[in-house]
């Protein structure tokens, strides 16, 4: 497996993209939300995504010139449409946006669709908490027909519909959750598929319902189950309906759905509003600690919060490198080639 620096990685980024006519800028901030999420332990939202992605520049879901509009607005709330620029670059903006609403209006809430895909959700609700705010946020969307069976059903409806929240605290950083409401992400099965791996059972049941540990079954008429049964099937649901519906992106079960795209929710709380900021980072910092000092299960070896996991990734990746899936290796390359572009001379080891 090769392993790359997150500096060779976004060389790597910026070359292909740039050549195949994405402006550096928009370039550049794509490739380190990519990068980002290598280095968080995260390689289902990372450059695996770079052929998927020009692949949308081509049938036009990713317009890279395209700049966003805001349809409506108050203060306290925005509808944007995306007008299929980049995902990453339309989420960062509409987390701006709602940051400064609830600075202003102690809360802030938009929606946002017409993007292909905006990445890992972690990267916007810790922007809001790393300047002190609560935030949520909803993301639905799928390849059309959806690739989630919902709990008691056997076909594709859904899709894997994430959530993720960040927490402000004082003595902890900012605590973030980011999960599919699916038992896993699709990128993470691709993965699998793509390494000849595996899956455990209950992530994946085949065309006829079956469970399966051969990821390749989810992509020959299969589908990805939905966490805790049918609690993971309720909070779907939801997802669907507050962040595609609501947003205008409605959900890929429906007639005019043509290709996969992002219908998001996003919500931005100001604590200050509703108690003193010191009463709320001193209680949420007790609780925090509590959990941090009790005593982890058989097993285990501390007790963690949110995002810890993450957190550790990122600082072993920087400290050793970021391996990538041969597979994946090859298709970065053979898509540079396309573009004239050669990205296998970049400094690289194997492990």
């Not at 998927?52 to 520049?57: A, Q, T, V």
């Not at 051969?214 to 099937?233: E, V």
């Not at 992106?249 to 709380?269: C, E, K, Q, S, W």
């Not at 298709?331 to 296998?344: P, Q």
């Amino acid at each position: 497996m090769p392993v790359f620096t997150a500096g060779q990685l976004k060389t790597i980024g910026m070359k292909i993209f740039t050549a195949a006519g994405v402006p550096e800028e928009v370039a550049g901030e794509v490739v380190a939300s990519l990068v980002l999420s290598n280095l968080m332990g995260v390689d289902s939202h990372g450059l695996v995504r770079v052929r998927n992605y020009l692949d949308s520049i081509k049938i036009g879901a990713i317009v890279p010139t395209a700049e966003l509009r805001i349809v409506a607005e108050n203060g306290a709330a925005a509808v944007i449409d995306g007008c299929n620029a980049f995902g990453q670059i339309v989420a960062r903006r509409a987390t701006e946006l709602a940051i400064k609403k609830a600075r202003e209006q102690a809360i802030g809430a938009v929606t946002f669709t017409n993007i292909y895909h905006i990445g890992r959700l972690g990267e916007y609700v810790q922007i809001a908490a790393d300047e002190g705010f609560l935030a949520l946020m909803f993301a639905n969307g799928s390849r059309p027909g959806g690739l989630v069976a919902p709990f008691g059903i056997r076909e594709r409806i859904m899709g894997t519909n994430p959530i993720a929240y960040g927490i402000p605290s004082e003595s902890h950083g900012s605590v973030i959750a980011d999960f599919s409401t699916s038992s896993v992400s699709e990128g993470k099965v691709r993965i699998a598929s793509r390494n000849g791996e595996k899956v455990p059972l209950g992530w994946v049941i085949d065309k006829e319902g079956n469970p399966t540990d051969n990821p390749g079954d989810l992509y020959s008429g299969g589908a990805i189950q939905t966490f805790g049964g049918h609690k993971g099937y309720a909070l779907s649901l939801l997802v669907e309906v507050i962040g595609g519906i609501l947003s205008g992106a409605d959900t890929p079960i429906f007639p005019d759905y043509r290709y996969m795209h992002n219908g998001v929710f996003l919500l931005v709380v100001s604590p200050a509003f509703f108690r003193p900021k010191e009463e709320y980072l001193g209680s949420v910092d007790f609780l925090l600690t509590k959990i941090k000092q009790a005593l982890p299960a058989w097993g285990v070896d501390a007790a963690m919060l949110p995002g810890d996991p993450e957190r550790q990734q990122r600082a072993a990746r920087e400290r050793d490198g970021i391996s990538m899936d041969n597979e994946t290796w090859a298709e970065i390359i053979a898509t540079g080639k396309t573009l004239g572009v050669d990205v296998e001379w970049i400094g690289q080891s194997e492990i």
